[in-house]
């Protein structure tokens, strides 16, 4: 006993297949936002796209201040930010100077600034009224002279 074909489109002969194999060969596409969406949504939905891209922009933007805020206030008492009147300290030893910049009113200072050179040597203070001693610092190719007097 054999099955008859089934006849598909057109007089053509197709061996039967199972309904779940039919609906797997034929997959089911939803509609997206484009298909049923209108401008409006559309712009709504971009515009929530870029969001997150501009908080991760301001994110980065503050960061990259408090890093610069950061930077300015704990170099505010190096020897590179010194200016003439301002007071020193020297923390180390006359071998290994450990100079940095205190308040002039503090019982800390031990010298005066009288005159800073960039890109010289110390003979530049020798002229200096007043020289006790002079802190020289090198940071890469730059040369910085802090002339020093006693301080009171």
Request: net charge negative; glycine share 8%; with cysteine.
């Given at each position: 006993?054999?099955?008859?074909?089934?006849s598909g489109?057109?007089?053509?002969?197709?061996?039967?297949?199972?309904?779940?194999?039919?609906?797997a060969?034929?997959?089911?596409a939803?509609?997206?936002p484009?298909?049923?969406?209108?401008a409006?949504?559309?712009?709504?939905s971009k515009?929530?796209?870029?969001i997150?891209g501009?908080?991760?922009?301001a994110?980065?933007?503050?960061?990259?201040?408090?890093?610069l805020?950061?930077?300015?206030?704990?170099s505010?008492?190096?020897?590179?930010?010194?200016?003439?009147?301002?007071?020193?300290?020297?923390?180390g030893?006359?071998?290994?100077?450990d100079?940095?910049?205190?308040?002039?009113?503090?019982?800390?200072?031990?010298?005066?600034?009288?005159?800073?050179?960039?890109?010289?040597?110390?003979?530049?203070?020798?002229?200096?009224?007043?020289?006790?001693?002079?802190?020289?610092e090198?940071?890469?190719?730059?040369?910085?002279?802090?002339?020093?007097?006693?301080?009171?």
């Open positions: 006993m054999t099955t008859p074909p089934v489109p057109a007089g053509t002969t197709a061996p039967a297949e199972p309904a779940e194999a039919a609906e060969a034929a997959p089911l939803e509609p997206g484009e298909a049923t969406g209108t409006e949504t559309l712009e709504t515009a929530r796209r870029g997150p501009a908080l991760k922009i994110g980065m933007v503050v960061v990259i201040v408090a890093a805020f950061t930077a300015a206030y704990l505010r008492d190096t020897p590179a930010a010194a200016k003439a009147g301002d007071c020193a300290v020297n923390s030893t006359d071998d290994k100077p100079v940095s910049l205190v308040d002039c009113h503090s019982a800390d200072a031990q010298f005066t600034v009288l005159k800073v050179v960039h890109g010289a040597d110390e003979q530049d203070c020798q002229t200096e009224p007043g020289l006790v001693a002079t802190y020289v090198t940071r890469r190719s730059s040369v910085l002279v802090l002339c020093l007097g006693v301080h009171g």
